[in-house]
């Protein structure tokens, strides 16, 4: 007998949704009915999710998706799933598919950094090309894994942007790459950066995953951070584990989030320094 292959699939669009109560409840039908599990956001904005299926269920669900004129021309990124990527499905409508609370002039449909194509990033590698990559994820997603020469600017979440444009002023008049995970972020950061005076901005077409997916194991160091029970994943190449220990400093990518509820530390821990039993970040907790 056949075993079923399971498949994540990771897609975003900015684009105005009328009736978020009605399309949540159509989205949320159609990925019961294929059997998928993960999680999806929906705003008067657009759409953001991450689902898990079998191969087959997946590209039926992203059929029928794609079926929906304001979503027909939406990439939606594919990867292995594990079968165990998410516990349930969660469908959910929010006042943003990102929380950044922008102000409404910070709007990727009428104004945002001009996308670049993987392509066109291995292109500039190639050619040694001035221009600075800034990461837009958290910085506990940067630990693990990131571009090579990018800037981190220690975000918590994306709301800190406003409070990190400090960090980023000197490269007001370079050219500026902003780069996430699957793109949906990089969409308001990158028009926040315009907003704020800086010049020449882009972002990465399709994210880090859609890079690691041309690319595996180029220009992109450690693994990639996810938001289910992977933690991280990469697309295989010639790599290097690029994360350390909070402890001890030790090459890892295992990331444990701190046994203390009231504190939730989210950081990588090495074997040694964990094993099986609950973690704290510190003393105190």
């Not at 007998?1 to 978020?20: G, H």
């Not at 029928?64 to 959910?92: C, H, N, Q, W, Y």
């Not at 894994?145 to 002023?169: C, I, M, T, W, Y």
């Amino acid at each position: 007998m056949q075993v079923a292959t399971p498949q994540i699939l990771l897609f975003y669009k900015y684009v105005r949704v009328e009736d978020t109560t009605a399309f949540s409840a159509w989205i949320k039908e159609s990925a019961l009915k294929h059997g998928l599990v993960g999680r999806i956001l929906i705003a008067e904005e657009g759409l953001n999710g991450t689902v898990e299926g079998t191969t087959e269920d997946t590209e039926a669900f992203a059929e029928e998706l794609l079926e929906d004129s304001r979503f027909s021309d939406m990439s939606i990124k594919k990867s292995k799933g594990t079968g165990d990527a998410f516990p349930k499905l969660s469908v959910k409508v929010r006042e943003e598919i990102v929380g950044t609370r922008f102000p409404k002039s910070v709007d990727p449909t009428k104004r945002t950094g001009k996308h670049l194509p993987s392509e066109e990033l291995k292109k500039w590698y190639k050619e040694g090309k001035d221009f600075v990559i800034v990461d837009m994820r958290n910085d506990y997603e940067y630990q693990s894994g990131h571009f090579k020469g990018s800037v981190n600017p220690g975000l918590e979440n994306s709301r800190d942007l406003p409070d990190a444009l400090p960090k980023l002023e000197a490269l007001k008049d370079k050219t500026v790459l902003t780069v996430c995970t699957g793109g949906v972020r990089c969409e308001k950061m990158s028009a926040f950066l315009l907003e704020n005076g800086f010049d020449d901005v882009y972002q990465l077409e399709d994210g880090m995953h859609g890079y690691m997916e041309k690319y595996p194991g180029e220009d992109f160091l450690g693994s990639l951070y996810t938001f289910d029970q992977r933690k991280v994943m990469d697309f295989g190449g010639d790599r290097e584990v690029i994360g350390r220990c909070y402890f001890c400093n030790m090459a890892a990518e295992k990331y444990v989030n701190c046994a203390n509820n009231f504190c939730h530390l989210h950081f990588i821990v090495c074997e040694g320094c964990s094993g099986n039993r609950s973690v704290f970040c510190s003393k105190d907790c």
